[in-house]
């Protein structure tokens, strides 16, 4: 009986300990990893979306708040003269948790200018292609905003990559968690730019 | 019995190689040595969360009960490993992508397990530390090494830490891709240890 109190109270004593431990280290780290985040892979991300912008999108960006998370809008001025925004979702139900999806939306003509596949942690060669291969996100360019983008497998109009259907489905879920977003907040975004 | 702390911290690097000599860690020997820089960068994780875990468990070895001792090691080795996650991801960013999902996996490297098991357990904090800082660093040059011979069949090129390589081939080298694949580790590690065997012999 000892013997047992002392194996529950040593080690739930040891997991606290390393749960306080973690949660400091967690904080102490957690504004130099957002701006890296931001450096390494939300700014390739904007870059490769809008390619000839007349601004900053990423000097330029501001926040708005929805009921679950601050969403970050990154505004661009395009060489048409229309106006589009670029802002993450997180896709539920990847392999390695939850894929974060930089998604580009014209505000004038309410399309999808592009999606980018940033932070994951799927199988290397897997489902990491939905970000080193562009011919998968490259199928949301030009998609109107109340398109059906889920996969052909569920109904929809994305085709999956093969070998990788969790992963592709996770993607489309973060794409289309981006146009419900989008049609929800558009007014507060228009009102913000201006 | 007597002990010696410079014995303790040089079987690490020759006689206790781990890679070479013990055969073990060998899904992160494998899978990240393209590079002689991932190969650095995977070795001294691994050596922090060694020499740490080492020492923490080499104190408590005493209050941990035998019955749960697996499971304490476990969570004092997983503490350590989300640290140097969480360090590398804010100071060391395009390296964590590099590695990726094989930080996370230092928790079940049979190295770390296997020296809290059979050293730290049984050793006084300081013998431990030694001994964890000798078969981290003795892992580090492993895979250090692995990585300079694929690095250099593979693509022509030493890239030591980030950006440029500190040294290159040139154009007339044909780079044998082979290598830098994952078959090529395999084919590089046997290799490399019939080697050091053969050395090891005379």
């Known amino acids: 009986m000892r013997e047992m109190i002392s194996m529950i109270v040593v080690l ?3 997991a606290s300990v390393s749960g306080g431990l973690l949660a400091a280290v967690k904080s102490g780290t957690e504004l130099r990893i957002e701006e890296q985040i931001l450096k390494f892979q939300k700014a390739p991300a904007i870059e490769s979306l809008f390619t000839d912008v007349t601004n900053e999108p990423l000097k330029e960006r501001f926040n708005i708040e929805t009921q679950e998370r601050t969403l970050q809008i990154f505004p661009a001025k395009l060489q048409d003269g229309s106006t589009a925004i670029a802002f993450e979702t997180f896709g539920k139900g990847g392999y390695g948790g939850d894929i974060g999806l930089m998604v580009a939306i014209n ?26 291969d562009p011919s998968f996100v490259s199928q949301f360019s030009g998609k109107p905003i109340d398109a059906d983008l889920a996969l052909k497998s569920d109904n929809g109009t994305i085709d999956a990559i ?5 992963t592709s489905r996770a993607v489309a879920r973060a794409a289309i968690q981006a146009q419900e977003l989008y049609s929800k907040l558009k007014p507060e975004i228009q009102k913000q730019i201006q | 019995m007597a002990q010696s702390l ?4 040089t079987k690490g690097l020759w006689a206790e190689i781990p890679p070479f ?7 992160p020997t494998l899978a990240v040595t393209k590079t002689v820089e991932n190969g650095i960068g995977m070795g001294l994780a691994t050596t922090f969360v060694l020499v740490f875990s080492n020492l923490l468990i080499s104190i408590l070895r005493n209050i941990i009960p035998a019955k749960v001792r697996i499971a304490c090691y476990i969570v004092i080795i997983a503490t350590f ?8 991801q804010a100071y060391t960013y ?8 094989f930080i996370p996996l230092i928790v079940v490297n049979c190295i ?14 300081v013998f431990s530390v030694a001994d964890g800082l000798g078969i981290g660093i003795g892992f580090t040059l492993s895979l250090a090494s692995l990585g300079a011979v694929r690095e250099l069949i593979g693509s022509g090129t030493i890239t030591i830490w980030g950006g440029n390589p500190v040294f290159a081939l040139g154009d007339w080298y044909q780079p044998f891709s082979f290598m830098v694949e994952a078959p090529g580790a395999f084919v590089a590690l046997g290799l490399m240890l019939a080697g050091m065997n053969l050395i090891g012999k005379k």
């Open chain 1, 12 to 14: 739930t004593l040891l």
């Open chain 1, 107 to 132: 505000l004038d003509s309410d399309k999808l200018v592009g999606a980018r596949v940033t932070t994951h942690a799927e199988t290397p060669g897997l489902g990491s292609r939905a970000k080193d």
């Open chain 1, 162 to 166: 093969s070998g990788a259907t969790v």
């Open chain 2, 6 to 9: 410079a014995k303790e911290f």
């Open chain 2, 21 to 27: 000599r013990l055969v073990l860690g060998l899904c």
């Open chain 2, 81 to 88: 490993v989300t640290i140097v996650e969480l360090v590398m």
């Open chain 2, 94 to 101: 395009p390296l964590f992508l590099k590695l990726g999902i």
């Open chain 2, 112 to 125: 770390v397990l296997g020296r809290a098991e059979a050293f730290a357990s049984k050793n006084t904090p």
